[in-house]
Nanobody
Framework: QVQLVESGGGLVQAGGSLRLSCTAS????????MGWYRRAPGKQRELVAV???????NYADSLKGRFIISRDNAKNTVYLQMNSLKPEDTAVYYC?????????WGQGTQVTVSS
């Protein structure tokens, strides 16, 4: 089992930046895919970005060039750097190991972008 805890959310003005962190309760060395997802008000959860153990990344097309996912296995942590934020980025952001032992999800962290 592994617990995932997100942090770094908050209120930011449009055009600003935030860095989200996801810290696991144990080593993530053996977990291949780690990702970030989000759920905006009135919408379904969607993929933001995913990163594999080897460093391969995949992003939602609309977020390419603005968001960067990274991981530090030694720190048991996954990061999401969010730049040039827009009001439509407002959502609860979730960290996940979506394919590991049936899937693990954090509790989410709120990101609110004001215009």
């Amino acid at each position: 089992q592994v617990q995932l805890v997100e942090s770094g959310g908050g209120l930011v003005q449009a055009g600003g930046s935030l860095r989200l962190s996801c810290t696991a309760s144990r080593s993530i060395f053996s977990i291949d895919a780690m990702g970030w997802y989000r759920r905006a008000p009135g919408k379904q959860r969607e993929l933001v970005a995913v990163i594999t153990r080897s460093g391969n990344t995949n992003y939602a097309d609309s977020l390419k060039g603005r968001f960067i996912i990274s991981r530090d296995n030694a720190k048991n942590t996954v990061y999401l750097q969010m730049n040039s934020l827009k009001p439509e980025d407002t959502a609860v952001y979730y960290c996940a190991a979506p394919f590991y032992e049936g899937g693990y999800w954090g509790q989410g962290t709120q990101v609110t972008v004001s215009s």
